[in-house]
Antibody, heavy 115, light 111 residues
Framework: QVQLVESGGGVVQPGRSLRLSCAASGFTFSYYFMHWVRQAPGKGLECVAVISSDGSNKYYGDSVKGRFTISRDNSKNTLYLQMNSLRAEDTAVYYC????????WGKGTTVTVSS | QSALTQPASVSGSPGQSITISCTGTSSDVESYNLVSWYQQHPGKAPKLVIYEINKRPSGVSNRFSGSKSGNTASLTISGLQAEDEADYYCTSYRGSTSPYLFGTGTKVTVL
């Protein structure tokens, strides 16, 4: 069955960096667009970044453009999110999701940006 | 536009039907048939319940249905059950240069 497992979250100071990973299994990872979606405490969902199946096209939400980079390694079935210049408002649960329809989600990893 | 507009809350009694609206613009909901709906229980990851306006993934109850008119999409839950109590989010594709846009979210309460 499809499984997505995020990792790499934690507590980080403002201005520092963090890299999230999403390990995929149970489907042909290289066939699908992948998303990073976040949810701040008590708030709604926000699509942070999207990457095409071969990694050649990447799209970012306005709030993270220039600070976050999405990438993937299809040989390792893994999706990444490099987060630089972190701010308090980046505090959230970060989910990876599969395909244009986001038809499968991981359980999320928590990022807390605090001094 | 930062988010599609949904009502903050909708409630209904068991067995009733409820409808959640999702209002966008001519740049997203109105222009594309790529509207999806997600159910999220507290502390859990979202789950896809409707895609492409009115299609149900395998395993999703046929009590969930979707529609669209102009710049507004809708999710209807018929035969409301206690397990339907959750937050619901819509999302719409908005072109090849931007990520998908989520709705503000609706809390469904089963009375």
């Amino acid at each position: 069955q499809v499984q997505l497992v995020e990792s790499g979250g934690g507590v980080v100071q403002p201005g520092r960096s963090l890299r999230l990973s999403c390990a995929a299994s149970g489907f042909t990872f290289s066939y699908y667009f992948m998303h990073w979606v976040r949810q701040a405490p008590g708030k709604g969902l926000e699509c942070v970044a999207v990457i095409s199946s071969d990694g050649s096209n990447k799209y970012y939400g306005d709030s993270v453009k220039g600070r976050f980079t999405i990438s993937r390694d299809n040989s390792k079935n893994t999706l990444y999110l490099q987060m630089n210049s972190l701010r308090a408002e980046d505090t959230a649960v970060y989910y990876c999701a599969k395909d244009d329809y986001m038809d499968a989600w991981g359980k999320g990893t928590t990022v807390t940006v605090s001094s | 536009q930062s988010a599609l507009t949904q009502p903050a809350s909708v409630s209904g009694s068991p067995g009733q039907s409820i409808t959640i609206s999702c209002t966008g613009t001519s740049s997203d909901v109105e222009s594309y048939n790529l509207v999806s709906w997600y159910q999220q229980h507290p502390g859990k990851a979202p789950k896809l319940v409707i895609y492409e306006i009115n299609k149900r993934p395998s395993g999703v109850s046929n009590r969930f249905s979707g529609s669209k008119s102009g710049n507004t999409a809708s999710l209807t839950i018929s035969g409301l059950q206690a397990e339907d109590e959750a937050d619901y989010y819509c999302t719409s594709y908005r072109g090849s240069t931007s990520p998908y846009l989520f709705g503000t979210g609706t809390k469904v309460t089963v009375l």
